[in-house]
T-cell receptor, first 116, second 112 residues
């Protein structure tokens, strides 16, 4: 079974430029997450989708970040415009929501963003 | 809000040594607890989990017991190998949402 796929793996851009990350979750997983991982830190949730609905986007900086999950499968996370402080690893994860909070989240390899 | 505090690293041990990585949490209700591992160049992988008090999660020789009285979920392994070198993350999720809250991670290096 294929795991969570993310692309690109690495991205280097100039500040103020836009950037987009793509995620394809494990087949059949209804819940999709985007996390931000700064160097030397644990991941922090940006947004969680149940199917195509964003059910928790409280940590998403909505002035420059946006996300979508059309058709409840693939998802795209966009930053426009990027700032120096956005340099980090962006992780996508998916799970099969059975309720109760113990569902295992499966992570992709991440996209390492460098903003110059 | 919910939070997780991990033993600060880096931790360096010799092969076959005993490992403990401490993890304590603050949460309302009864969270589920997890240990994730990130090997060099790879993504986060679930190592083990426990969903209620006194549960013991185990995998690949690693163990952790959900201790509600001390709000802890310490990771242990009796004899580490060089291949265990990685970054280990303790995390929790609450019963009413699926949000994982992670600790800051502990980098473990095992020398032959």
């Amino acid at each position: 079974e294929a795991g969570v796929v993310q692309s690109p793996r690495y991205k280097i851009i100039e500040k103020k430029q836009p950037v987009a990350f793509w995620c394809n979750p494990i087949s059949g997983h209804n819940t999709l997450y985007w996390y931000l991982q700064n160097l030397g830190q644990g991941p922090e949730l940006l947004i969680r989708y149940e199917n195509e609905e964003a059910v928790d986007d409280s940590q998403l900086p909505k002035d420059r970040f946006s996300a979508e999950r059309l058709k409840g499968v693939d998802s795209t996370l966009k930053i426009q415009p990027a700032e120096l402080g956005d340099s980090a690893v962006y992780l996508c994860a998916s799970s099969l929501n059975t309720g109760g909070g113990a569902d295992t989240q499966y992570f992709g390899p991440g996209t390492r963003l460098t903003v110059l | 809000g919910n939070s997780v505090t991990q033993m600060e690293g880096p931790v360096t041990l010799s092969e076959e040594a005993f490992l403990t990585i401490n993890c304590t949490y603050t949460a309302t209700g009864y969270p589920s607890l997890f240990w994730y591992v990130q090997y060099p160049g790879e993504g986060l992988q679930l190592l083990l989990k426990a969903t209620k008090a006194d549960d013991k999660g185990s995998n690949k020789g690693f163990e952790a017991t959900y201790r509600k009285e001390t709000t802890s979920f310490h990771l242990e392994k009796g004899s580490v190998q060089v291949s265990d070198s990685a970054v280990y993350f303790c995390a929790l999720s609450s019963t009413h949402n699926q949000k994982l809250v992670f600790g800051q991670g502990t980098r473990l290096t095992i020398n032959p």
